[in-house]
């Protein structure tokens, strides 16, 4: 089945008008600068579907609940513009681990068509410093060296990105055995001083969770992960665009430090993002919204998102981005980092899951393999 897309395309390194040829589910080819360029810059701007690493819920489904609920997760996730995700727990009990992995992989082969495609699964936890457990229950923290080897090896298949801090007994081995795997370590959740974060980054890791936060930061006589991670060109950062969690001022400074190709937009959303302000429980703990900012009830720990990838592209445009490098931040970079080379992108021989946006960048419809399915 052929079908064609006209608009404004978001391609690598600039939105133009154009067309996308479509032929069973893929892009056959992408044409730009034809003689109907004046219908395609009338049109919607064209997108590649946002891909979401790091997101623990939507729509009040829980990542960490049944086939039903990841279902719906993923169908919310997908009325946003996602088209891809991880599914991410928070720091589980021990024995919840490979609970939580074993619903994940059971639930993939029939998950949804109309919802965003699961790749997989994402473990926040439990190997977490301590001192920067953010929102995470500190009587759930191991070390690697500490945890049931057992707990560990039942967890592995699907997973695909796991948060460590690399000063814990026992990481760096482990961030070279996941590397060795294909599993993406990403440092996090974590004190260490610049010279054990770049250990962690040697032993492999490619990736690190949401810069800034629940992290060692960038005191001048002290720096720490947050150096490590802005002046090592080949890591990867997740950033929480929500305006909460890193203060907008910040962006360009992470936009200036790091390569285009290494920044990833990240919800680290909560369940119950998109239901308005409330109270809930997340891995044990109470957790309040009010305004979209969700904290620790009665503290100011801040306890993940209530956005979607789409609010993140909005606001980093709004802040003086431009469109294709923060759409490259919420679809190529992050399939990149997993590997998937058959999405992320408007280009030939890629899938054509793609999100049209109005020119606010508000999601119009969104395309999967099934075809278009409209935002709301
Ligand atoms: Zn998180």
Not at 157 to 160: C, Q, S, W
Not at 219 to 224: E, M, V
Not at 241 to 249: E, Q, R, T
């Given at each position: 089945m052929r079908e064609i897309v006209a608009g404004r395309l978001v391609l690598a390194d600039a939105v133009v008008p154009g067309r996308i040829v479509v032929e069973d589910g893929w892009i056959a080819s992408v044409e730009t600068g034809g003689e109907d360029g004046g219908a395609a810059a009338a049109g919607p701007i064209v997108a590649p579907g946002f891909v979401d690493v790091h997101v623990h819920g939507w729509g009040g489904h829980d990542a960490t609940g049944d086939a039903d609920a990841l279902s719906g997760m993923a169908r919310a996730l997908l009325r946003r513009g996602v088209t891809s995700f991880l599914p991410t727990a928070p720091t589980l009990a021990e024995a919840e681990i490979p609970r939580f992995a074993e619903r994940v992989r059971a639930w993939m082969p029939g998950a949804p068509a109309d919802g965003a495609e699961p790749l997989g699964f994402n473990l926040e936890g439990p190997f977490l410093a301590p001192s920067r457990?953010?929102?995470?229950?500190?009587?759930l923290l191991r070390t690697p060296a500490g945890i049931d080897p057992a707990v560990l090896d039942a967890s592995l298949?699907?997973?695909?990105i796991m948060t460590i801090a690399p000063e814990l007994d026992g990481s760096p081995a482990l961030i070279e055995r996941l590397a060795g795997l294909g599993i993406a370590a990403s440092l996090g959740h974590s004190a260490a001083t610049v010279e054990e974060a770049r250990a962690g980054y040697r032993a492999g890791a490619p990736t690190t969770t949401h810069i800034f936060n629940a992290m060692s930061g960038v005191?001048?006589?002290?720096?720490?992960l947050a150096v490590a991670a802005l002046t090592d060109d080949a890591a990867y950062v997740e950033l929480i665009?929500?305006?909460?969690?890193?203060?907008?001022?910040l962006w360009p400074l992470v936009r200036r430090a790091k390569?285009?190709?290494r920044l990833l937009l990240v919800s680290d959303a909560l369940p119950f993002a998109g239901m308005g302000d409330g109270r809930t429980v997340i891995g044990g703990l109470d957790v309040e919204v009010r305004d979209g900012r969700a904290t620790l009830l009665g503290t100011e720990t801040l306890a993940g998102s209530v956005i979607a990838l789409d609010s993140a592209v909005r606001n980093m445009v709004r802040e003086g981005g431009p469109i294709h490098e923060a759409v490259a931040a919420a679809a190529a970079n992050p399939a990149a980092l997993l590997g998937a080379a058959d999405r992320g992108a408007i280009a030939a021989g890629r899938r054509a899951h793609l999100v049209e946006l109005d020119d606010d960048l508000r999601v119009l419809r969104v395309r999967r393999d099934g075809g278009w399915i409209a935002a709301r």
């Open positions: 457990k953010g929102a995470h229950d500190p009587a298949d699907g997973l695909r005191d001048h006589r002290a720096p720490g665009a929500d305006g909460n969690h890193v203060h907008p001022a390569p285009v190709d």
